[in-house]
Nanobody
Framework: QVHLVESGGGLVQAGGSLGLSCAASQRSIMSAVTGWFRQAPGKERQFVAAIWLISGDTAYADSVKGRFTISRDSAKNMVYLQMNSLSSEDTAIYYC???????????WGQGTQVTVTS
């Protein structure tokens, strides 16, 4: 079992930046990929970004490419999401998830709220 805890959410003005962190209780083959997802009120959860923990390869949703950066610190079991040029469209609860593959996220954090004000 891998426990994930997100932190770093908050209130930020449009155009600003915010960094999120995801702490994992352990590294496991069952958490080879860590991703960030978000869910805005009344909308479905959507993929934001993912990182493969061994290779460091990354993937992004088109809506965040060039603005968000996902990174990891394997020694600390941490994954980060740096968000720049934020807009109100980025307002959502952001979740960290981990799993053995991108179509198999087994573990989820409790989420952290990001609110972008205009």
């Amino acid at each position: 079992q891998v426990h994930l805890v997100e932190s770093g959410g908050g209130l930020v003005q449009a155009g600003g930046s915010l960094g999120l962190s995801c702490a994992a209780s352990q590294r496991s083959i069952m958490s080879a990929v860590t991703g960030w997802f978000r869910q805005a009120p009344g909308k479905e959860r959507q993929f934001v970004a993912a990182i493969w923990l061994i290779s460091g390869d990354t993937a992004y949703a088109d809506s965040v490419k060039g603005r968000f950066t996902i990174s990891r610190d394997s020694a600390k079991n941490m994954v980060y999401l740096q968000m720049n040029s934020l807009s109100s469209e980025d307002t959502a609860i952001y979740y960290c998830a981990a799993g053995p593959a991108t179509n198999e996220y087994l573990y989820w954090g409790q989420g952290t709220q990001v609110t972008v004000t205009s």
